[in-house]
């Protein structure tokens, strides 16, 4: 039987912490591999009058602090027994996360939601809220 390819986009907040102690607590429920994502967002990094070789060098310390943060969640995955394929993308996380987990045909999404009300994401979005609208797979909210 074939293992379910399940995606876990994750940041650096408590939101995602908190994901990666769920799917711990939990991991009887979840096969042994995961994909972990983080998107770095580099419009929300860099202004207009920065200029191009200052955008670059804080591309490349986001880069090195979301690979960081990355490494780190996989070792607190591999304690308790599951493996996690770690990927970095720059981009808009919505439509990054919600492109990969369709393309690559995953079979389920496990993301965080912020402490925000429901009436909140639909008037203000969310990446949560977008992702669970955009991709075709089962999407499972902490």
Same mark, same amino acid.
């Given at each position: ?5 399940i995606?876990?986009?994750? $940041? +650096?907040s408590d939101?995602a912490? !908190?994901?990666?102690?769920m799917?711990?607590a939990n991991r $009887?429920q *979840?096969p042994s591999?995961l994909? #972990? #994502?983080y998107?770095? +967002?580099?419009q929300? =990094?860099? /202004?207009r009058m920065?200029?191009d *070789?200052q ?6 310390n @986001?880069?090195?602090s979301?690979e960081?943060? =990355?490494?780190g969640?996989? $070792?607190?995955l @591999?304690r ?7 990927? =970095?993308?720059l981009?808009?996380?919505?439509e990054?996360?919600s492109?990969?987990?369709n393309?690559? +045909? *995953? ?13 909140? $994401?639909v008037l203000?979005?969310?990446v949560a +809220? /977008?992702?669970l609208h955009h991709? !075709?797979?089962?999407? #499972?909210? *902490?």
């Open positions: 039987m074939q293992e379910v390819k995606l876990v986009p994750v $940041d +650096n939101t912490r !908190r994901t990666i102690s799917i711990v $009887d *979840f591999e994909t #972990l #994502l998107v770095i +967002n580099m929300k =990094l860099t /202004y920065i200029p *070789f955008v670059d060098m804080i591309g490349e @986001a880069r090195k979301g960081a943060m =990355l490494h969640y996989r $070792d607190i @591999a308790s027994g599951i493996e996690a394929h770690t990927r =970095l993308e981009g808009s996380p919505r990054i996360i492109r990969t987990a393309e690559e +045909n *995953f079979q389920m999404v496990i993301i965080g939601r912020r402490g925000r009300s429901e009436i909140g $994401d203000f979005g969310s +809220n /977008y992702v991709v !075709r797979c089962p999407v #499972l909210l *902490f």
